[in-house]
């Protein structure tokens, strides 16, 4: 069995529309898979920001125990104070439950970001410098109004609308009408989201070796082949 450097092709990838379906899976999977195989928390804080659409600083500060109420998600820290803006009550789908049990039973170290992290993955991922974690979030919005999630789910979620659905609808008297217990049709595309980018990052998992950085030789992915 040969090893090779991880393909060019990933810069073929990442230089693509992230509105085609193929690629929006590939990006945040290849990205995932890498987490998992380093970083047991940052995996788990990518994993909440592709179940629930939330900003990276959210999955952050994001404590299972007080903040994951069974069915639901609710990404407002406990204690924090409220302003005219709150982050999102969101459904929790079925995937993300085994990772939050896990989670909660046995917490990781929290950290105040994830910046070294994120500059190690662009290197070892042959990242563009212009994709970021953020971009998780604009994947999960983009999918969920090309799969024409209602407008009260998506933007009770999401906190807006793209502006082809009317900037009106991001108003107090829209919100009204979102239901995070009652989602079913964003909790269906979030979860087609979810298990399409894990089997992605679970392929991967299976096609890559990650070496371990050492002093002159920084960590790499490595392409496994037969």
């Known amino acids: 069995m040969s090893r090779n450097p991880i393909p060019?092709?990933?810069?073929c990838w990442l230089a693509t529309?992230?509105?085609n379906k193929a690629v929006a899976d590939m990006i945040p999977g290849a990205i995932i898979g890498y987490a998992k195989c380093d970083d047991i928390g940052v995996w788990r804080e990518l994993c909440l920001m592709l179940a629930t659409g939330c900003r990276p600083g959210v999955a952050l500060a994001f404590v299972p125990g007080d903040q994951w109420l069974d069915d639901v998600i609710d990404l407002q820290p406990v204690g924090k104070k409220l302003e005219d803006k709150r982050n999102a009550i969101v459904p929790t789908i079925e995937p993300?439950?085994?990772?939050?049990?896990?989670?909660?039973?046995?917490?990781?170290?929290?950290?105040?970001g994830r910046k070294t992290w994120g500059s190690t993955a662009h290197r070892t991922l042959r990242l563009r410098d212009d994709i970021v974690a953020y971009d998780i979030r604009h994947t999960v919005t983009t999918y969920m109004d090309d799969q024409r999630v209602p407008g009260?789910?998506?933007?009770?979620?999401?906190g807006h609308?793209?502006?082809?659905?009317?900037?009106?609808?991001t108003t107090k008297t829209y919100y009204l009408h979102y239901n995070p217990h009652n989602a079913r049709q964003a909790k269906r595309v979030l979860t087609k989201l979810f298990d399409a980018v894990s089997k992605e990052a679970d392929r991967w998992i299976a096609d890559h070796s990650l070496t371990n950085g050492q002093r002159g030789c920084p960590k790499q992915a490595l392409k496994i082949s037969e």
């Open 8 to 11: 060019s092709k990933i810069d």
């Open 17 to 19: 529309d992230l509105r």
């Open 96 to 112: 993300m439950k085994p990772i939050l049990k896990a989670w909660q039973a046995n917490p990781h170290h929290r950290v105040a």
């Open 152 to 158: 009260a789910q998506m933007s009770g979620i999401v």
């Open 161 to 169: 609308l793209p502006s082809d659905r009317g900037i009106a609808k």
